[in-house]
């Protein structure tokens, strides 16, 4: 039987403790279609990795990109022979003696050597309930980075900044830019640029910018190209919020950065 838990990364220190079993594996299943399951679904698969992807939303990197370029993306990875499934959950893993077994939701079961799972960060905020501290997705804070109480502040992946968790590293170092000047005496708002995501899947590049999630775009305008898509979102007001590049179409990305920026 094996003795192991299934494999997270979130962080330096786990990386280093489960590469060996990474590099060991043949066959890996990765839990969770976002960002972090995406790319490294695709690499694990440039390394000559047997990779089954299961995501439970109806598309890959649902709160991120539009149908279309989720579907793109997708068809990418399976040129790849990544195993992407959509709309499909795991109910059930167990240990077997040479790796794991993992159940899905449809009854099917697979085999596999490891269990990588990428199914999204929840931020720590135990302790700061335990302190009294405004908290809801994260630590609330306000331009400041200052919580409910003052004198405490907080920033990065468990800071809630105008009703976002923004786990990137841009904007934790623009937020501790503007608190390292608080708290030597100058006051100073965090004020947040339109940032560019670049997705890390290079059989299928692609980058984001703005707001691109479904619940604020009100719709997309797609210019589809045989040399990639661009793809701009709109809110209900008819500004655009975001936009999504891919293939050759990211050298557009900081013209529409600029345009986005305007």
Not at 209 to 233: C, M, P, Y
Request: aromatic content about 4%; glycine content about 6%; hydrophobic content about 40%.
């Amino acid at each position: 039987m094996k003795e192991s838990e299934p494999i997270t990364l979130n962080s330096l220190q786990e990386f280093d403790t489960f590469s060996e079993r990474l590099t060991k594996a043949n066959s890996i299943l990765v839990i969770g279609g976002g960002l972090i399951g995406v790319e490294i679904s695709m690499d694990l698969a440039l390394a000559n990795k047997q990779v089954t992807l299961v995501e439970a939303g109806e598309r890959l990197m649902a709160n991120q990109l539009p149908e279309l370029v989720a579907l793109k993306l997708e068809q990418s990875m399976r040129k790849l022979d990544i195993d992407a499934r959509s709309s499909e959950t795991v109910i059930k893993v167990s240990q077997s003696a040479n790796g794991y077994h993992a159940m899905l939701g449809n009854g099917q079961q697979l085999s596999v050597d490891e269990v990588l799972v990428c199914a999204g960060l929840v931020p720590s905020i135990a302790l700061a309930k335990q302190t009294g501290l405004a908290t809801n997705r994260g630590i609330c804070v306000d331009e400041s980075m200052q919580t409910s109480e003052k004198n405490i502040y907080a920033l990065g992946d468990c800071a809630e900044f105008g009703g976002q968790v923004r786990a990137y590293l841009q904007p934790t170092v623009v937020s501790a830019s503007a608190l390292a000047k608080t708290l030597l005496g100058e006051p100073t708002s965090v004020v947040l640029p339109n940032m560019m995501i670049k997705v890390k899947t290079p059989r299928y590049p692609i980058q984001i910018a703005g707001v691109t999630s479904d619940n604020h775009v009100s719709r997309w305008n797609l210019d589809i190209q045989a040399d990639g898509i661009v793809a701009k979102a709109y809110n209900d007001q008819e500004a655009m919020i975001g936009f999504v590049a891919t293939q050759d179409k990211t050298k557009q990305a900081f013209p529409l950065l600029r345009e986005l920026s305007a």
